[in-house]
């Protein structure tokens, strides 16, 4: 895959505070990286902490409000040392497609857990069950999709780290093609297609190629059957040594193979010709896949993906900073795509936090601690004040607009304050000597 160059970025220490007992992990029976991290942090006390029971929750969260993407997909972020958070990546995959994960990172000492869950569909209430994790030499991870089905990835930094990351979600093939040259653009009739006026479906796919094409093993197996009569014409099955389903190529113009002959990827079985049912059509394979269960789609075993990753479109010198809502409200989306899921509307002027961006869209988390994707063009710096005001009184600067008990700084009587950002009642203001922080009139 495609490497990016990434802005440098410091690490930022921050010392953590005392808080309550952390809630314990779910005991793996293998168990990850993230785990065993989270027990070095209980080892070092760490998990009594306000920032380790914060890291530990962002973790948790992740995968509760997911926000869902669709491979291909390139996004780049940025974690915070003062701001522990981690994020969650739903996306569909189906059986016989490969998954593959590529994760950039910067600083290179930032150690980063990459998680791969599975959506357990029998369950009444979301639940995820973890599957694996990224490859920490690498920076890699492939994982061959075995039921069709949501999966989610939960991206997270160690506690205290501050650095960016790249994050590219690809798709491949997990056999290959089994026509010889065959792209495609050669697939003419698909999975579920009516047959026979309607009275059955397709359960195969056809391949379309010249008479004599070879066709070939898509990796390595036995073959089980070679036989001729019926709606198949002359056909070869082939048991598929990594899988264990059996291939199934009909139509064939010869068959070249014999029952128990070992094969290879790209070893030829026959050639493409239009025997039995398919005498009346253009010369074609017909190629399917069976499991125990019965048949299943055979195109995500066999279509070929190019992979082609979106440019960001984003201001990169924006990830971590603090942003707002311009004038109008706006929406707030559960993917970065235009036909996205409105999760809902922020109004004008709220202040977001920047954590990442794909495809024109900017990945926050709203002061009101809702997440989402952002229009790029809906959000603006906080160079600009919306308004002025002048304190009548002293008053109290706050580090988050619900906890005006905790002062950062104080304004003066008579001073004027630039409003940079508004959520409900609470201003958030910045004062002469640049100071962000909130403030309730």
């Not at 898509?218 to 070679?226: D, E, L, M, Q, W």
């Not at 190529?249 to 002959?261: C, I, M, T």
């Not at 994707?373 to 109290?396: G, S």
Request: proline share 5%.
């Amino acid at each position: 895959m495609k490497k990016s160059s990434f802005l440098f970025i410091g690490i930022i220490l921050f010392f953590c505070t005392a808080c309550t007992q952390i809630e314990q992990l779910n005991p793996l029976k293998k168990p990850s990286a993230y785990t065993a991290y989270y027990e070095s942090l209980q080892s070092a006390g760490l998990t009594n902490s306000g920032m380790g029971k914060a890291w530990y929750q962002a973790g948790i969260r992740a995968l509760n409000d997911s926000l869902r993407v669709a491979p291909p997909y390139r996004e780049t972020g940025y974690f915070r040392a003062e701001a522990p958070t981690a994020h969650g990546f739903s996306f569909y995959l189906k059986e016989g497609q490969v998954c593959e994960i590529d994760l950039r990172v910067q600083p290179d000492s930032m150690r980063i857990f990459l998680e791969l869950f599975e959506k357990d569909m029998s369950a009444d209430t979301l639940q995820w069950n973890w599957l694996t994790e990224i490859d920490p030499q690498t920076n890699q991870l492939e994982f061959i999709v075995d039921r069709t089905g949501f999966y989610q990835l939960r991206l997270q930094a160690e506690l205290l780290a501050t650095g960016v990351y790249e994050l590219d979600i690809g798709l491949s093939p997990s056999i290959g093609f089994p026509v010889l040259g065959g792209k495609n653009h050669d697939i003419g009739s698909f999975w579920g297609d009516p047959r026979d006026g309607g009275k059955r479906k397709h359960k195969g796919v056809d391949i379309f190629a010249k008479k004599g094409v070879p066709v070939v093993a898509t990796g390595p197996g036995t073959v089980s059957r070679v036989r001729t009569g019926g709606l198949g014409g002359k056909t070869v099955w082939v048991r598929d040594k990594k899988f264990g389903h059996q291939q199934y190529f009909a139509h064939l113009d010869e068959q070249l193979v014999s029952v128990g002959q070992s094969v290879a990827a790209g070893d030829t079985l026959g050639t493409v010709g239009n025997t039995g049912n398919a005498r009346t059509t253009p010369p074609h394979l017909h190629y399917g896949i069976y499991k125990h269960s019965g048949a299943v789609d055979p195109l995500p075993f066999i279509r070929k993906e190019k992979n082609k990753f979106s440019d960001p479109n984003i201001d990169f010198s924006s990830l971590g900073k603090q942003y707002r809502v311009g004038r109008r409200p706006g929406n707030l989306y559960k993917s970065p795509y235009r036909k996205g899921k409105v999760i809902q509307q922020l109004a004008a002027h709220t202040p977001v936090q920047i954590t990442g961006g794909a495809e024109g869209y900017y990945r926050i988390v709203s002061t009101g601690g809702h997440r989402g994707f952002i229009k790029k063009r809906d959000i603006v710096k906080l160079d600009k004040p919306i308004e002025y005001f002048k304190a009548k009184n002293k008053m109290d600067i706050s580090f988050h607009p619900d906890n005006i008990d905790i002062p950062v700084e104080k304004i003066q009587s008579g001073e004027r304050v630039a409003v940079v950002g508004k959520l409900n009642n609470a201003q958030l203001v910045r004062t002469k000597s640049g100071v962000l922080g909130w403030v309730v009139p």
